[in-house]
């Protein structure tokens, strides 16, 4: 009987206390992994670690290169040279649902009537300090958990990055656009990352997501808007967790070995790419 794919194998998830993170360190443990947990949450992380294998749970904010470093070497401390690391830390937006959701929620009434006639205004009224946490946490984060994690895969001359972006990143999503342009930017960091990299043997690359069934999406937007995301979405769904941490495995793992610098988007065919 073969081992499981990433036996052997260190990896490191950061947001991995709750939704994607957590389903994704759970695969990468199922797959053969010690892992390591990273998140702003400490109790939420160590949950999380009782179901991945009790690996470390490590407390950072990833807006915070200093804490990116120091995580990196809180796991690598605890379980030796990280071959994986999943940049997953994410945030939805403090005001974004009060601000859109009762405008998205007039446009659907309106649509009904053939004519919408209400704006979104989720650009114009965007507060500076909205913006700058939600780039700082889901651009800056993921170029810190790339470079110390490059910095640490180049002197073994391998390893495995995954980013995790979204399809806002891909088309833009209406009423976020600073979420679109935090995950947009992930896209072409791991693009130009992921060409430097594959030279000194590691391989980036990014998952983007359509809606997926987390508190992240729930949080955010009202019961009948996420009916609309399910309708929207050709599979009739929202995804599962599960399924983007198995996307997420298989970047991580040597069966992806010719994936350089791609956009895996599991999304239900919401968004073709």
Request: proline fraction near 4%.
């Amino acid at each position: 009987m073969s081992q499981p794919r990433l036996t052997g194998r260190v990896a490191v998830v950061t947001g991995g206390g709750s939704g994607i993170g957590e389903a994704i360190a759970i695969r990468l443990h199922e797959d053969g992994a010690r892992v390591a947990i990273v998140d702003i949450d400490l109790d939420a992380a160590r949950l999380t670690a009782t179901l991945a294998g009790d690996g470390p749970a490590i407390v950072a904010d990833v807006s915070d290169s200093a804490a990116v470093d120091a995580a990196l070497a809180d796991a690598e401390g605890a379980l030796g040279p990280v071959d994986i690391w999943i940049n997953n830390a994410g945030i939805a937006g403090a005001g974004t649902a009060e601000r859109v959701n009762p405008r998205a929620e007039q446009q659907l009434a309106e649509a009904a009537t053939g004519k919408v006639t209400t704006a979104l205004d989720g650009l114009v009224r965007l507060p500076d300090d909205e913006w700058r946490r939600m780039l700082a946490v889901h651009l800056d984060g993921t170029f810190y958990g790339m470079r110390a994690a490059a910095r640490s895969m180049v002197a073994r001359g391998s390893g495995a990055i995954v980013n995790i972006a979204s399809i806002c990143g891909i088309e833009g999503c209406t009423g976020h656009p600073h979420y679109s342009a935090a995950k947009a930017g992930i896209l072409g960091l791991t693009r130009a990352a992921a060409k430097e990299l594959i030279v000194q043997g590691i391989r980036v690359n990014v998952v983007a997501p359509g809606y997926v069934d987390t508190t992240l999406v729930t949080s955010s937007v009202t019961e009948t808007m996420l009916g609309v995301l399910a309708v929207s979405t050709p599979l009739g769904r929202l995804g599962r967790p599960a399924e983007i941490a198995a996307a997420v495995s298989f970047l991580a793992s040597d069966e992806a070995s010719f994936f350089v610098g791609d956009t895996v988007s599991p999304n239900g065919g919401l968004v073709t790419v």
